[in-house]
């Protein structure tokens, strides 16, 4: 998985033992062979795995959408080897206390540390993209096919759309092939993969994230903040982010919020650029923010 192999984990043993490591961070929980490994060669190493999302919820999720059985021995991989992690790690990270939760319906064991999720800052300082210079509005959203973005945004697009003012534009890897079953003439426009997303969120007036399933936390959602763009999203969008949610956008369970919401957005939002969303984005969801939550989860007593 990811890479990990026999030859990879006995390099990365010998490098413990020659370079007398006392503390190792494992950077995702599908890397359990790993982490057994360490733990029985180093019974004294203190492991930290980072849960990017609850892998085993995830990947059961991809499975119910698809019933094929190669989705079934990918989820039963990552849940054994997940498994290891959870039993093995002396700290377990998770994005969010749902995610903690998930891990203890699995597992049997809660998160020992939260921390959300962090993204590299991507707002460009370039005079060329400028926020003043606007076409006209539209909704964003933004997101690679896989299950659960799929299904979301055909819902959307189905159930929310033929009632909206506000065209949106679909922007992510593999969208461009969707286009006959999602583009609505004048109201629905399919872009699929770009070489950046700046300049869209930039123009977007909001950033809508209809998504009903899944775990870990919608890197979208952070994303959105980056650029200091509103966003209209469900329950599971906002997961992780529910302390904030009030103040970032709209939480929508049914089209009919959608509709409204987006009916809000346009008479409400008279910037699309807001400085308060961005300040939030950098304190919380910034790399330097990461950094001094890390610090003292790796720096805590075990």
């Known amino acids: 998985i990811d890479g990990l192999s026999k030859a990879v984990i006995n390099n990365t043993l010998r490098a413990i033992q020659d370079n007398n490591v006392s503390k190792v961070f494992v950077d995702g929980s599908n890397l359990g062979a790993f982490v057994k490994a360490s733990k029985n060669s180093f019974p004294q190493l203190e492991i930290s795995t980072f849960f990017h999302n609850v892998e085993a919820r995830?990947?059961?999720?991809?499975f119910k959408q698809t019933r094929s059985p190669r989705a079934?021995?990918?989820f039963l991989a990552n849940y054994l080897a997940e498994k290891k992690?959870?039993?093995?790690?002396?700290?377990?990270?998770?994005?969010?206390?749902?995610?903690?939760?998930l891990l203890h319906k699995f597992y049997s064991r809660t998160a020992t540390h939260i921390s959300p999720m962090a993204l590299?800052?991507?707002l460009p300082t370039c005079l060329e993209l400028s926020f003043d210079n606007k076409p006209e509005r539209f909704a964003l959203f933004v997101g690679g096919v896989f299950y659960a973005n799929r299904a979301g945004i055909a819902w959307f697009v189905e159930h929310v759309v033929p009632h909206m003012g506000m065209k949106i534009c679909i922007v992510g890897r593999g969208f461009e092939d969707l286009k006959a079953e999602l583009e609505r003439d004048g109201r629905v426009e399919v872009v699929g993969a770009v070489d950046s997303l700046a300049?869209?969120?930039i123009d977007a007036h909001v950033v809508i994230a209809p998504i009903f399933d899944g775990?870990?936390?919608?890197?979208?959602?952070?994303?959105?903040?980056?650029?200091?763009?509103?966003?209209?999203?469900?329950?599971?969008a906002f997961s992780g982010y529910e302390d904030v949610a009030d103040l970032v956008g709209w939480v929508c369970e049914t089209a009919e919020d959608f509709v409204a919401a987006i009916e809000q957005a346009g008479k409400l939002i008279e910037q699309s650029y807001d400085p308060d969303l961005r300040a939030l984005y950098?304190?919380?969801?910034?790399?330097?923010a990461a950094r001094s939550r890390m610090a003292m989860i790796i720096g805590a007593v075990s």
């Open 120 to 122: 590299q800052d991507k």
């Open 58 to 62: 995830f990947f059961w999720g991809a």
């Open 199 to 201: 300049q869209w969120y």
């Open 85 to 101: 992690s959870v039993r093995y790690s002396d700290k377990l990270l998770c994005l969010s206390e749902r995610d903690s939760r």
């Open 215 to 236: 775990s870990g936390m919608k890197t979208k959602v952070a994303e959105a903040l980056m650029f200091g763009k509103k966003i209209v999203g469900t329950p599971e």
């Open 282 to 288: 950098v304190e919380k969801y910034s790399y330097s």
């Open 72 to 74: 079934l021995a990918v």
